[in-house]
Each structure stands twice: as C-alpha cells, then as structure tokens.
C-alpha cells in the first residue's frame, strides 16, 4: 500500500516499506511534521502521537485507510 492524500490542513502518505508501513505528515506549507513506522498492531500511544501533531480527522482517517488494505 503507497497512498497519499490530503486529511483537513495535512498531507499524509503511507508507505509500505516491506514489513512495515511508514506514515508521514506534512503540513499545508510542505513542511514534514511526523514520520513515523506504524506497528502491526499500533497501540493508543501512537495514535496520540498522531493526534498530538495533526489532528483527530487524520488519525481517523489513516486508521480508514489501514482497514481498508
């Protein structure tokens, strides 16, 4: 899965990278916000990372995006 879209102000991408998926923000001016490997099973602790950085709608929508794969 290589996918990258816009959720609220953000760009995100996810990236597979063979055994494992990477997910990198940038914000509307282009400049990277987060990028960070996405565990198997990612726990609470990474989605509020997300959240921390972007907002609420991005994680809801990565986590869409992951189930759909």
């Not at 995100?12 to 400049?31: A, S």
């Amino acid at each position: 899965m290589n996918t990258m879209f816009r959720s609220d102000p953000f760009f995100v991408r996810i990236r597979d990278r063979g055994d494992r998926m990477e997910l990198t923000v940038w914000n509307q001016l282009g400049t990277k916000i987060m990028s960070e490997f996405i565990a198997s099973d990612p726990g609470g602790n990474f989605w509020n990372l997300v959240e921390t950085h972007t907002s609420e709608t991005v994680v809801t929508d990565v986590k869409e995006r992951i189930a759909a794969r």
